[in-house]
């Protein structure tokens, strides 16, 4: 009713007498009552903007649910989302698969470990040194000197005299009662630790004992005392022989006189010879010995070693009964073997007396990452590197005795691959590989020499994550 009322007093207005402009005015006035219609945001009544109670809580569960939301939607922007799956293995490091190991053997002398590695192609090689380093640790797995040397064991060719004729003891029988006062009575003490069940000592002993009658003929021991030729039957001295760290037969050891506490912390400074076992030999060796040597009997030799003349056949012998493997092998992609045993072409073992009880610092397969990146990743992706390292801090160790004698150690490893893609830029980024596996270990009871054995099976697929 105020509306028409407004109306018509406007139109009323607009038709008074004298004015002129009244039809523009009304078509003005119509035009913007048309436009009004049409206003989005248009005017509340003031009796419906007053606050309530029930407004309040409204508008405080409105907010709440904003946040909420929101946290929910920031929350899932900076989740890592994971996706998996599993493909032929396509890696970028060809057929070929590194496998790197830091092995710590408490009872396994460095002068015959070898390292070998073999798989179901035919590949066979045997003591690998070019990747591979060792050195000489203590029952404590201490280290006891700087690392023992990486080449192989000279190849022998001449195990004895073509004509076996025996010619008698020349050599002395040395035992653990007179081992002491022989080894500090004579400059040089050359004695060949043997077995007498021993093939190759069988065949020395020949030309050995007519090699130390010459000598001895040479050089007399009351007259000249410069060098004298001994014997150690390891069967029946064996405590000696562990003394000495002997694990292979014949093993022949050069004792220096006066360089027992002189260097290595007083460790005992002897050398094993690696040479031709034929009388000729044994006497060429045994003349290059004695040469810087002074003629007057019972004087200490206290020269210095860089005087000594070099000979390929001589090379320090372990002065611990341990050794420490490290290094690296690179193996075809199929089923295979890395082999750690006591080995010599020129040498028996005595299988009862071999323990290759042993402790894993590294063992793994793939290219190395520094600890620090491999820190930072495995923190950002918890689930990465759980197994990349497996046998990482296990021992297996076999207590020596009767009971495990000839104890073989062997491992069996299940190998996949792990490849961590990301997306960056709409683009897949690779931000890892490696290689995890499974492991399984057994003590197995055997005739032959003890020997570890890492039995490694590559899965053809990888996954993807």
Request: charged share 25%.
């Amino acid at each position: 009713i105020e509306g028409k009322a407004a109306v018509l007093w406007t139109l009323g207005d607009l038709s008074a007498p004298g004015r002129s402009d009244t039809p523009a005015r009304c078509h003005a006035m119509i035009s913007s009552s048309k436009l009004k219609s049409v206003d989005f945001y248009r005017k509340i009544p003031r009796d419906l903007t007053e606050a309530s109670l029930s407004g309040a809580g409204l508008s405080i569960f409105a907010a709440l649910a904003m946040v909420f939301l929101f946290g929910m939607e920031l929350s899932s922007y900076l989740a890592v989302n994971t996706t998996t799956s599993v493909i032929v293995d396509r890696s970028s490091d060809g057929e070929f698969l590194r496998i790197d190991f830091n092995l710590s053997f408490p009872a396994l002398s460095c002068e015959f470990a070898s390292v070998d590695v073999s798989d179901v192609l035919g590949t066979n090689r045997l003591n690998i040194t070019k990747t591979v380093r060792k050195f000489s640790i203590d029952r404590n797995l201490v280290p006891t000197g700087s690392e023992f040397h990486a080449g192989p064991i000279p190849t022998v060719n001449k195990h004895g005299d073509d004509v076996e004729e025996y010619h008698g003891d020349g050599s002395v029988a040395l035992s653990s009662r007179n081992f002491d006062s022989y080894s500090h009575l004579y400059p040089v003490l050359v004695v060949n630790f043997y077995a007498p069940w021993c093939y190759w000592s069988n065949r020395l002993k020949p030309s050995w004992e007519k090699a130390a009658q010459i000598i001895r003929e040479r050089y007399d021991p009351e007259m000249d005392g410069r060098i004298l030729l001994g014997k150690v039957d390891c069967t029946e001295e064996v405590e000696l022989c562990k003394r000495h760290h002997i694990q292979g037969y014949p093993s022949i050891r050069i004792f220096h006189k006066g360089s027992d506490m002189k260097e290595n912390q007083g460790h005992h400074d002897h050398d094993s010879y690696y040479g031709e076992r034929d009388t000729e030999s044994l006497v060429a060796a045994m003349e290059t010995y004695v040469a810087n040597i002074p003629k007057e009997a019972h004087v200490l030799a206290l020269e210095d070693k860089s005087n000594r003349t070099v000979d390929p056949a001589k090379r320090p012998a372990p002065m611990t009964g341990g050794c420490r493997i490290e290094g690296f092998v690179r193996v075809k992609k199929v089923p295979g073997s890395v082999v750690i045993s006591a080995r010599s072409g020129s040498h028996s073992f005595d299988p009862s007396q071999i323990n290759v009880s042993h402790y894993v610092t590294t063992f793994s397969f793939g290219k190395r990452l520094s600890s620090k990146m491999f820190n930072e990743l495995k923190r950002l992706f918890p689930y990465v590197g759980g197994h990349h390292d497996r046998l990482a801090g296990q021992s297996y160790i076999v207590k020596h005795g009767d009971v495990n004698a000839n104890v073989t150690i062997e491992h069996y490893l299940q190998i996949v691959k792990t490849e961590l893609v990301t997306l960056r830029y709409a683009k897949e980024l690779k931000v890892l590989e490696e290689y995890e596996y499974t492991a399984h270990s057994s003590l197995v009871h055997s005739f032959y020499v003890p020997v570890v054995k890492f039995h490694f099976e590559p899965s053809p697929m990888q996954v993807g994550i």
